[in-house]
């Protein structure tokens, strides 16, 4: 009984950053919008990551078109990401981890997929490695 406070602080706490963590994608891409900073390469990264799961998934499933829709996602929000750590400075060591994760995952899945839809899978791997290698240019300039 003595516990019992802290105990319902530890549940709750915990079942509120689960519902955090089902946030729509819609709804991170509105707060990235909004958000300045540290925050805004956090989301952004976070929105990359979230659509990269969903191309996986839809490649998967047989799903093509709607896979290349969100993989021009993952595309946007990883080069916006590297961009934005760029010129905030804040972040720049985890996004390029990041985005250098994705563009290995998308890689992967391009290995997977049909010859026909690697192509696009083979483009937004430029894409990303072409921002990530700006990104590396940045944090190790002279």
């Known amino acids: 009984m003595k516990h019992l406070p802290f105990l319902l602080v530890v549940v709750l706490t915990a079942a509120t950053l689960h519902g955090y963590d089902k946030e729509s994608v819609d709804a991170l891409k509105a707060r990235a919008a909004a958000a300045e900073g540290k925050k805004q390469v956090e989301l ?5 990551q979230r659509q990269l799961k969903a191309t996986d998934e839809l490649y998967s499933a047989g799903k093509p078109e709607e896979a290349r829709a969100t993989l021009k996602d993952v595309v946007d929000y990883g080069t916006r990401a590297c961009q934005a750590a760029s010129e905030t400075g804040e972040r720049m060591k985890k996004t390029e981890i990041a985005v250098r994760k994705i563009a290995h995952r998308l890689e992967e899945i391009r290995k997977a997929v049909p010859f026909a839809e690697r192509p696009p899978l083979a483009a937004a791997v430029n894409e990303l ?14």
Request: glycine share 0%; hydrophobic share 45%; aromatic share 6%.
């Open 129 to 142: 490695e072409k921002a990530h290698d700006d990104l590396l240019r940045r944090m190790f300039k002279k």
């Open 44 to 48: 952004l990264v976070k929105v990359a």
